[in-house]
């Protein structure tokens, strides 16, 4: 038991310190790869969650096509590093300070909204989730494929060359 | 048994990491980044809750998520990349046709 609680903290550091290191990186290359650090990381937090096939899912999807499609937009743009403007008056006097209330509100209330119960039930199997998605969910997910085809021929229209 | 509150609080926090990065981040590419990291912040939200309620709903949204989130990504890339040649900068403070 005590295991698992040192497990979760020891990835739940991993995630928030990828985290920040994408926000404090200045080149993007290095913030895609902060990203892939947090991507694993939740990954393993969903392997002790018991749902393995949305960790399979995170790594395959996210780490391996989305985050490389970020990777490779970086090169083909040859992005550099970022360029730093000041911030506005307001942004500094108001924002920040309004900001970070927000995230110790939004800390507060959870961790006091939430009761503390263990997980109490086991794993799910993938063959229980798979038959909800393809007898609940069929039309949902039969939309979804008509969004990513959507997706595809706008990316393709958005991106071509204008001759 | 980890708290389910734990992973809710850990959520919480990189989905707020993930507005300040939105906010405060001047490349157009790093804001992005920014915007799927606030989704894997919901997801583990939604995984947490799955488990805690032994519900599978949880798990098909997270599913659902991360399929809209490859398609917002393919589109939000290519509409980057027309910025770009547009453009010739990704900072956004660059794309201010709209500011007063």
Same mark, same amino acid.
Request: glycine content about 16%.
């Given at each position: 038991m005590t295991v698992e609680l040192a497990l979760f903290f020891v990835l739940a550091a991993i995630a928030v310190a990828g985290a920040l290191s994408l926000i404090l990186q200045r080149h993007p290359i290095h913030s895609a790869l902060s990203l892939i650090v947090v991507m694993v990381a939740l990954a393993a937090l969903y392997l002790l969650l018991g749902a393995e096939f949305i960790a399979a899912v995170q790594i395959i999807v996210? %780490? #391996? %096509?989305i985050v490389v499609l970020f990777v490779l937009v970086i090169m083909l743009l040859n992005a550099g590093v970022e360029e730093r403007t000041d911030l506005s008056r307001m942004a500094r006097y108001v924002g920040l300070p309004l900001g970070i209330l927000l995230l110790f509100l939004l800390a507060y209330w959870v961790a006091h909204a &939430? *009761? *503390?119960? %263990? %997980?109490? &039930? #086991?794993a799910v199997p993938t063959r229980k989730l798979a038959m909800m998605l393809f007898q609940d969910f069929v039309f949902p997910f039969e939309l979804t494929s008509i969004l990513i085809l959507v997706a595809i021929l706008g990316a393709l229209v958005l991106a071509r060359k204008e001759s | 048994m980890v708290p389910i509150s734990y992973y809710v609080v850990l959520s919480a926090v990189l989905f707020g990491l993930g507005v300040v990065g939105f906010v405060f981040k001047r490349n157009i590419i790093t804001i992005f980044m920014a915007i799927e990291l606030m989704l894997n912040a919901v997801n583990l939200a939604f995984v947490a809750f799955s488990r805690a309620y032994g519900q599978l709903q949880g798990q098909v949204f997270v599913f659902f998520v991360i399929v809209v989130a490859a398609a917002e990504t393919a589109v939000g890339l290519a509409i980057i990349i027309l910025i770009s040649r547009n453009r010739q900068s990704l900072n956004v403070e660059r794309v201010d046709l709209l500011k007063l």
């Open positions: 996210y %780490a #391996g %096509a &939430v *009761p *503390p119960r %263990a %997980a109490a &039930v #086991g | -």
